[in-house]
């Protein structure tokens, strides 16, 4: 066997192995985020959340087109065949990081027609290695198996360095050929890699921006093949190297913001952009043609990968062609040339600063009006300043939270060891043991996983061999490391309280240091060979061979081993179900008011993709504070869901876009807000509806709908309408005017903050809730149970695999899972009120056999609510089981809490769990606990026996007021 198939064979077997990991993990339905928004937009060609990713978008298509081949594997084949390409993608990259360190090593060893045996072992060994450390790294095999944009974003980034150092090689080649035959290396045919290279820049953008940052590497590769000499002083090398620096941040300002940005916006400015850019186009290719016809080598090579940049980047059309066709998922609805440039420049999210700017004062406890250097601090929002008072600098929140927390911590889950899945959880080792808490899940438990730093441990190495070895490629190296970890630090200027990890912007920074694994296991072997200088060659292979085997067993093998259970998507429908049990919450023709990307994407893909429930408009309220989106739910339809209803004027809708200084205006500008109360009309005859049941007598209904409006908090006491809040009043007051025809729902995973002071007049039916127009008392923020109505939304619910301990539920995936059993309770606490105890218990009986405790870990929460639908029917046996396990939760919050309103928080749910025991009639649980809470405490003043317990609750019966008879008495000791 030759070693040129050999080579072959080995690369083969790493991009096999990649895919059959991948395959095996993959998400056969749609995840969580925002995979169904990526699947739904690729299956119909729709328009994505700015800055979009048309190319992907394209890919997704030709990959959905083969969704019937796919039927058996998954029970949703669109989704399957979207998610699969990020696993093609991956694999690709595996295989493509291999060659990258074969390349690297290429550098010192010579061609490989040269190598000895123990060098192609060496060599493949370093690309088995890193290559396959890399794939089974947490952040990248997160990104490997769903439908997202990172997958593709990484394979472009893996192809250019990839390419770069194919250039190298091919120059090197070709100059001496040159030099050989007394020519003049100029205009080389190997240039065409630095050409194709510009075109994948271009293809690129329509992905993710994040792989223009390779022009780093590229210019330190160039930079060393064609300006650097051996004999050139530190002094010129450091000129050298600023002067590169310069040329490629030039470049860089180029394709970003030059070609991205400023092309779209003069082309907006001439009044004619498509005559502007027929223009640019004549200018690019004259540039070629004359540059080539001159003989200009530099010259034409710039012209061509200008021309390229721009040729890659035209995948953008298609964003702008489709948007025209008014798709139902459009976002920022880029048709004008004006809203074109606002959806490349991502306005919609608003800007950080980056070098200067306000930041926050130490001194004022408030964002300075004077601007700083380097500000880091720059958010106004309450909950920001309170973080930010903790920190003594801008330097020290940089240091500590942007580098340490929000990108060292996800370097070491990498390569040492991640301590949990769940938000903010850190890095750990396992050299001291993997210490386990007890009780955990299998999810939870499958979520810590430990390397003992090895990997860690061989990229270090590995970097110090590359130096040793060529320290010229290892500077390229470090500094593709340090601009897509570092450089992505200090350009987005994160702010406290990300909605969740965002470990998958770092993963190309993981992919430099994974070259540096793979060159520290060649390190090693060569190392070792040489040690054995003087011995046998069969022994050196030998040893080379079996040295190979246990570095591969103990990273790479060792990581697939720890990281699998917690990376396997299989089994999970989670998404799919919680969408689908949203959507049949409502009745026909709802307008569903929903939160965030969780509880929108998911609803999406199953309207556009599986064409489920196509007569809901759901409305999203992040979206709902811009003018485009409020403009579409106004003016167009949905599928069969028809526009929403709206009053606002387009004047209205228009001022929303402020001009330079000018502040938003108009009736939908937020505002400044004190409490006041608000007013509908009614229409009787909604309530002869069947979907609004419950026993109403026409003669009670009110003529008006009146509640007390307060805004959402802003600080310092005052409170705030916005734009979002505003509209949604304005869509209530229409749909009122119109007699309640068209039912109003806001889904449970809203926020209170944003449902208007509405709960008095929710009605609950499943995972959504109701506005009907009359308060129908109760103290469930759920709002009333409509009996009939909630059984037969609850019927429709599917909880698959939610009960088996070999699907895994990531903490997100847990959280919601969880929410059924509040949903649930609630609802079952209605009917027992309405004399269905019965099933109000098979509700109860079927959620927590559906989702038990042993796979979803019950929050305080569900558990506490679980236990007052329990006591609701008399169940106080089960009742104070469920209780019981809140005690654990409960005091550790106590012993935990440091601050005032921590220590008053904790004692609000030690309360909570002692009325509820004392509710139940739960004497002698409720004494246990008091026992527990005054351990815990120190304190004996706080215990009490079962028969002072039930003196204390009957003396407090006896002097309450009738009305309030069947409140319980405060807890005792709170």
């Given at each position: 066997?030759?070693?040129?198939?050999?080579?072959?064979?080995?690369?083969?077997?790493?991009?096999?192995?990649?895919?059959?990991?991948?395959?095996?993990?993959?998400?056969?339905?749609?995840?969580?985020?925002?995979?169904?928004?990526?699947?739904?937009?690729?299956?119909?060609?729709?328009?994505?959340?700015?800055?979009?990713?048309?190319?992907?978008?394209?890919?997704?298509?030709?990959?959905?087109?083969?969704?019937?081949?796919?039927?058996?594997?998954?029970?949703?084949?669109?989704?399957?065949?979207?998610?699969?390409?990020?696993?093609?993608?991956?694999?690709?990259?595996?295989?493509?990081?291999?060659?990258?360190?074969?390349?690297?090593?290429?550098?010192?060893?010579?061609?490989?027609?040269?190598?000895?045996?123990?060098?192609?072992?060496?060599?493949?060994?370093?690309?088995?290695?890193?290559?396959?450390?890399?794939?089974?790294?947490?952040?990248?095999?997160?990104?490997?198996?769903?439908?997202?944009?990172?997958?593709?974003?990484?394979?472009?980034?893996?192809?250019?360095?990839?390419?770069?150092?194919?250039?190298?090689?091919?120059?090197?080649?070709?100059?001496?050929?040159?030099?050989?035959?007394?020519?003049?290396?100029?205009?080389?045919?190997?240039?065409?890699?630095?050409?194709?290279?510009?075109?994948?820049?271009?293809?690129?953008?329509?992905?993710?921006?994040?792989?223009?940052?390779?022009?780093?590497?590229?210019?330190?590769?160039?930079?060393?093949?064609?300006?650097?000499?051996?004999?050139?002083?530190?002094?010129?090398?450091?000129?050298?190297?600023?002067?590169?620096?310069?040329?490629?941040?030039?470049?860089?300002?180029?394709?970003?913001?030059?070609?991205?940005?400023?092309?779209?916006?003069?082309?907006?400015?001439?009044?004619?952009?498509?005559?502007?850019?027929?223009?640019?186009?004549?200018?690019?290719?004259?540039?070629?043609?004359?540059?080539?016809?001159?003989?200009?080598p530099v010259a034409n090579l710039a012209a061509l990968t200008i021309t390229l940049v721009v040729l890659g980047y035209s995948s953008y059309g298609l964003i702008f062609i489709r948007s025209a066709a008014d798709p139902p998922i459009d976002e920022n609805d880029p048709e004008t040339t004006e809203a074109i440039v606002s959806y490349l420049k991502r306005e919609q999210y608003g800007s950080t600063p980056l070098l200067t700017g306000a930041s926050y004062d130490n001194r004022t406890g408030a964002i300075s009006t004077?601007?700083?250097?380097?500000?880091?601090?720059?958010?106004?929002?309450?909950?920001?300043?309170?973080?930010?008072?903790?920190?003594?600098?801008?330097?020290?929140?940089?240091?500590?939270?942007?580098?340490?927390?929000?990108?060292?911590?996800?370097?070491?889950?990498?390569?040492?060891?991640?301590?949990?899945?769940?938000?903010?959880?850190?890095?750990?080792?396992?050299?001291?043991?993997?210490?386990?808490?007890?009780?955990?899940?299998?999810?939870?438990?499958?979520?810590?996983n430990v390397y003992f730093g090895l990997p860690l441990l061989l990229g270090l190495l590995g970097l110090a061999f590359h130096v040793q070895r060529d320290w010229r490629r290892a500077l390229a190296v470090l500094a593709l490391f340090l601009v897509t970890g570092l450089g992505i630090i200090v350009y987005l200027n994160q702010t406290p309280f990300q909605p969740r990890e965002r470990d998958y912007s770092y993963v190309a920074s993981f992919f430099a240091f994974s070259l540096w694994i793979g060159l520290g296991a060649?390190?090693?072997?060569?190392?070792?060979?040489?040690?054995?200088?003087?011995?046998?060659?069969?022994?050196?292979?030998?040893?080379?061979?079996?040295?190979?085997?246990?570095?591969?067993?103990?990273?790479?093998?060792?990581?697939?081993?720890?990281?699998?259970?917690?990376?396997?998507?299989?089994?999970?429908?989670?998404?799919?179900?919680?969408?689908?049990?949203?959507?049949?919450?409502?009745?026909?023709?709802?307008?569903?008011?929903?939160?965030?990307?969780?509880?929108?994407?998911?609803?999406?893909?199953?309207?556009?993709?599986?064409?489920?429930?196509?007569?809901?408009?759901?409305?999203?309220?992040?979206?709902?504070?811009?003018?485009?989106?409020?403009?579409?739910?106004?003016?167009?339809?949905?599928?069969?869901?028809?526009?929403?209803?709206?009053?606002?004027?387009?004047?209205?809708?228009?001022?929303?876009?402020?001009?330079?200084?000018?502040?938003?205006?108009?009736?939908?500008?937020?505002?400044?807000?004190?409490?006041?109360?608000?007013?509908?009309?009614?229409?009787?005859?909604?309530?002869?509806?069947?979907?609004?049941?419950?026993?109403?007598?026409?003669?009670?209904?009110?003529?008006?709908?009146?509640?007390?409006?307060?805004?959402?908090?802003?600080?310092?006491?005052?409170?705030?309408?916005?734009?979002?809040?505003?509209?949604?009043?304005?869509?209530?007051?229409?749909?009122?005017?119109?007699?309640?025809?068209?039912?109003?729902?806001?889904?449970?995973?809203?926020?209170?903050?944003?449902?208007?002071?509405?709960?008095?007049?929710?009605?609950?039916?499943?995972?959504?809730?109701?506005?009907?127009?009359?308060?129908?008392?109760?103290?469930?923020?759920?709002?009333?149970?409509?009996?009939?109505?909630?059984?037969?939304?609850?019927?429709?619910?599917?909880?698959?695999?939610?009960?088996?301990?070999?699907?895994?539920?990531?903490?997100?995936?847990?959280?919601?899972?969880?929410?059924?059993?509040?949903?649930?309770?609630?609802?079952?606490?209605?009917?027992?009120?309405?004399?269905?105890?019965?099933?109000?218990?098979?509700?109860?009986?079927?959620?927590?056999?559906?989702?038990?405790?042993?796979?979803?870990?019950?929050?305080?929460?569900?558990?506490?609510?679980?236990?007052?639908?329990?006591?609701?029917?008399?169940?106080?046996?089960?009742?104070?089981?469920?209780?019981?396990?809140?005690?654990?939760?409960?005091?550790?919050?106590?012993?935990?809490?440091?601050?005032?309103?921590?220590?008053?928080?904790?004692?609000?749910?030690?309360?909570?769990?002692?009325?509820?025991?004392?509710?139940?009639?739960?004497?002698?649980?409720?004494?246990?606990?008091?026992?527990?809470?005054?351990?815990?405490?120190?304190?004996?003043?706080?215990?009490?026996?079962?028969?002072?317990?039930?003196?204390?609750?009957?003396?407090?019966?006896?002097?309450?007021?009738?009305?309030?008879?069947?409140?319980?008495?405060?807890?005792?000791?709170?």
């Amino acid at each position: 066997m030759t070693g040129k198939l050999i080579d072959r064979l080995v690369a083969a077997g790493v991009f096999l192995y990649a895919l059959v990991v991948y395959i095996a993990t993959m998400a056969e339905t749609t995840p969580f985020w925002d995979s169904g928004e990526f699947i739904a937009i690729s299956n119909g060609l729709q328009v994505s959340h700015p800055p979009g990713a048309p190319f992907y978008m394209l890919v997704g298509r030709l990959f959905a087109m083969f969704a019937p081949l796919f039927g058996g594997l998954s029970p949703e084949p669109v989704a399957f065949a979207v998610n699969l390409v990020s696993v093609v993608c991956s694999a690709l990259t595996v295989l493509l990081t291999h060659l990258v360190i074969v390349r690297l090593v290429r550098v010192w060893a010579g061609h490989p027609d040269t190598w000895s045996p123990v060098q192609r072992i060496a060599t493949n060994l370093g690309g088995v290695v890193g290559a396959l450390t890399f794939a089974v790294t947490d952040s990248f095999w997160f990104n490997a198996v769903e439908a997202e944009v990172y997958a593709m974003s990484m394979l472009f980034t893996a192809l250019v360095v990839w390419l770069a150092l194919v250039w190298r090689d091919a120059t090197r080649a070709e100059e001496a050929a040159l030099v050989a035959r007394g020519e003049h290396p100029f205009g080389l045919h190997a240039d065409r890699y630095l050409v194709a290279i510009a075109y994948l820049f271009g293809l690129a953008i329509g992905v993710h921006l994040l792989n223009v940052l390779t022009l780093f590497f590229l210019a330190l590769i160039v930079y060393f093949q064609k300006v650097d000499r051996p004999e050139a002083t530190t002094g010129e090398r450091v000129k050298g190297l600023a002067i590169t620096a310069a040329v490629s941040i030039a470049a860089f300002l180029v394709v970003y913001p030059g070609v991205v940005q400023t092309l779209p916006t003069l082309a907006g400015a001439s009044g004619a952009p498509a005559l502007f850019l027929v223009a640019v186009v004549a200018i690019l290719v004259a540039a070629v043609v004359w540059t080539q016809r001159r003989g200009l080598p530099v010259a034409n090579l710039a012209a061509l990968t200008i021309t390229l940049v721009v040729l890659g980047y035209s995948s953008y059309g298609l964003i702008f062609i489709r948007s025209a066709a008014d798709p139902p998922i459009d976002e920022n609805d880029p048709e004008t040339t004006e809203a074109i440039v606002s959806y490349l420049k991502r306005e919609q999210y608003g800007s950080t600063p980056l070098l200067t700017g306000a930041s926050y004062d130490n001194r004022t406890g408030a964002i300075s009006t004077r601007e700083k250097t380097f500000p880091r601090r720059h958010s106004s929002a309450p909950q920001h300043l309170g973080v930010y008072a903790d920190y003594p600098s801008d330097a020290a929140f940089f240091w500590q939270y942007q580098v340490g927390h929000m990108y060292w911590r996800y370097f070491m889950w990498q390569f040492v060891g991640k301590a949990a899945d769940t938000q903010d959880a850190g890095w750990i080792s396992g050299l001291g043991g993997r210490g386990d808490p007890p009780g955990l899940t299998p999810s939870e438990a499958a979520g810590r996983n430990v390397y003992f730093g090895l990997p860690l441990l061989l990229g270090l190495l590995g970097l110090a061999f590359h130096v040793q070895r060529d320290w010229r490629r290892a500077l390229a190296v470090l500094a593709l490391f340090l601009v897509t970890g570092l450089g992505i630090i200090v350009y987005l200027n994160q702010t406290p309280f990300q909605p969740r990890e965002r470990d998958y912007s770092y993963v190309a920074s993981f992919f430099a240091f994974s070259l540096w694994i793979g060159l520290g296991a060649t390190g090693l072997v060569e190392l070792t060979a040489e040690a054995l200088e003087k011995k046998s060659a069969g022994l050196r292979r030998a040893v080379s061979l079996a040295l190979g085997v246990v570095l591969f067993l103990a990273v790479p093998g060792w990581m697939l081993a720890e990281n699998y259970d917690d990376h396997d998507r299989s089994g999970r429908r989670i998404a799919t179900d919680f969408a689908r049990n949203l959507l049949e919450s409502t009745a026909p023709n709802a307008i569903l008011f929903t939160n965030g990307d969780n509880d929108t994407f998911p609803l999406w893909y199953l309207q556009e993709v599986e064409g489920v429930r196509r007569d809901v408009r759901v409305v999203n309220l992040s979206l709902l504070n811009t003018p485009w989106y409020i403009r579409q739910l106004r003016d167009q339809w949905s599928r069969t869901a028809p526009p929403v209803p709206l009053s606002v004027s387009d004047a209205d809708i228009d001022g929303l876009t402020p001009r330079g200084d000018d502040l938003p205006t108009g009736a939908l500008a937020p505002r400044l807000f004190e409490e006041q109360d608000v007013a509908l009309p009614v229409d009787p005859r909604i309530f002869s509806n069947e979907t609004v049941a419950g026993r109403v007598d026409p003669g009670e209904v009110p003529d008006r709908m009146t509640w007390r409006l307060r805004g959402s908090p802003l600080g310092d006491g005052r409170s705030v309408l916005y734009t979002s809040d505003l509209a949604v009043l304005d869509i209530l007051r229409s749909v009122a005017e119109d007699g309640w025809e068209r039912p109003v729902y806001f889904a449970s995973t809203v926020a209170p903050s944003s449902e208007l002071g509405l709960q008095p007049y929710f009605q609950n039916e499943g995972l959504a809730r109701r506005v009907v127009p009359i308060e129908r008392g109760g103290s469930d923020p759920d709002g009333y149970v409509a009996p009939d109505v909630a059984l037969d939304r609850l019927a429709r619910f599917q909880y698959r695999g939610l009960n088996d301990p070999d699907v895994y539920l990531d903490q997100n995936a847990r959280n919601m899972a969880d929410g059924y059993r509040t949903r649930v309770a609630s609802i079952a606490g209605g009917l027992a009120r309405e004399g269905r105890g019965g099933e109000a218990r098979a509700l109860l009986d079927q959620v927590m056999e559906e989702v038990p405790a042993s796979t979803v870990p019950a929050s305080f929460g569900s558990l506490y609510t679980l236990a007052e639908a329990y006591r609701a029917i008399g169940d106080t046996e089960r009742m104070a089981e469920l209780l019981r396990q809140t005690e654990d939760a409960v005091l550790g919050d106590l012993a935990a809490a440091r601050t005032p309103r921590e220590q008053e928080r904790a004692f609000q749910l030690v309360q909570f769990v002692q009325a509820a025991y004392l509710q139940g009639g739960a004497y002698d649980e409720a004494a246990a606990f008091t026992t527990r809470l005054a351990q815990a405490l120190g304190d004996p003043r706080f215990e009490r026996s079962a028969d002072d317990l039930r003196r204390e609750v009957e003396a407090a019966q006896l002097t309450a007021p009738p009305a309030d008879a069947a409140e319980p008495a405060p807890p005792a000791g709170g």
